[in-house]
């Protein structure tokens, strides 16, 4: 007679792959990517390391699936946010400073998300949510534009370009050089000054006035 897993054997492995994942996160968070091998994550678990092959094929897979589940959850607030109510130039400032607080307040995490050399499997995630972030900022633009709040050509190439601009404007300060500066009590830049650049600098780009605030 053929084995048949049953469901309680199934919701145990579902149980233990996502306190695995949790796990996995908590390490990212923490250190980085460079943070999360396989005898420390399975330390974590409570569990042997040959264990964790029973849910995730290799590292790369496990890591690319850590990226995904943290980087949706960035796209569902930004969207949460530039899907809002009031004038599409409001809320495009809303989402920047949103997400601009959001990585400040988890550097760590926001700096592996955003630039930490990784796996490819985890480089073709940050391909594929770079994307995500571009579509937010296109159908925002696509709206602006229809109700004059824009004055933008090739929304496409330029929500392409709104992503890289947040990328570049925040990993310098949420770099580890930066972190040590801070720590050491060293002059750096804060989240306000930043944000608020970040901010006029993509208003500007899309031809809007910055709203009032």
């Given at each position: 007679m053929a084995?048949?897993?049953?469901?309680?054997?199934?919701?145990?492995?579902?149980?233990?792959?996502?306190?695995?994942?949790?796990?996995a996160l908590e390490r990212v968070s923490s250190g980085g990517f460079a943070a999360l091998t396989m005898q420390a994550l399975a330390e974590d678990v409570g569990i042997a390391t040959g264990s964790l092959y029973r849910h995730f094929r290799?590292?790369?897979?496990?890591?690319?699936?850590?990226?995904?589940?943290?980087s949706q959850r960035e796209v569902d607030a930004l969207a949460a946010t530039l899907r809002g109510a009031g004038r599409a130039s409001e809320r495009l400032r809303a989402g920047l400073e949103?997400?601009?607080?959001?990585?400040?307040?988890?550097?760590?995490?926001?700096?592996?998300?955003?630039?930490?050399?990784?796996?490819?499997?985890?480089?073709?995630?940050?391909?594929?949510?770079?994307?995500a972030y571009a579509e937010l900022f296109s159908d925002l633009l696509e709206?602006?534009?229809?109700?004059?709040d824009f004055d933008v050509e090739h929304i496409g190439l330029m929500a392409a370009c709104l992503v890289g601009a947040i990328a570049e404007a925040l990993v310098g300060p949420l770099s580890p050089p930066a972190r040590a500066a801070r720590e050491a009590?060293?002059?750096?830049?804060?989240?306000?000054?930043?944000?608020?650049s970040l901010a006029t600098f993509c208003l500007r780009a899309v031809g809007a006035k910055e709203p009032k605030r």
């Open positions: 084995y048949r897993t049953t469901d309680a054997r199934i919701d145990r492995d579902q149980a233990q792959r996502q306190r695995i994942l949790a796990c290799s590292k790369g897979d496990l890591a690319a699936e850590v990226f995904a589940a943290a949103q997400f601009a607080a959001r990585a400040w307040h988890s550097r760590r995490l926001a700096f592996a998300l955003i630039a930490e050399p990784v796996d490819p499997e985890v480089d073709e995630q940050r391909l594929l949510y770079r994307e709206e602006g534009a229809a109700a004059g009590g060293q002059p750096t830049l804060e989240l306000e000054q930043v944000s608020a």
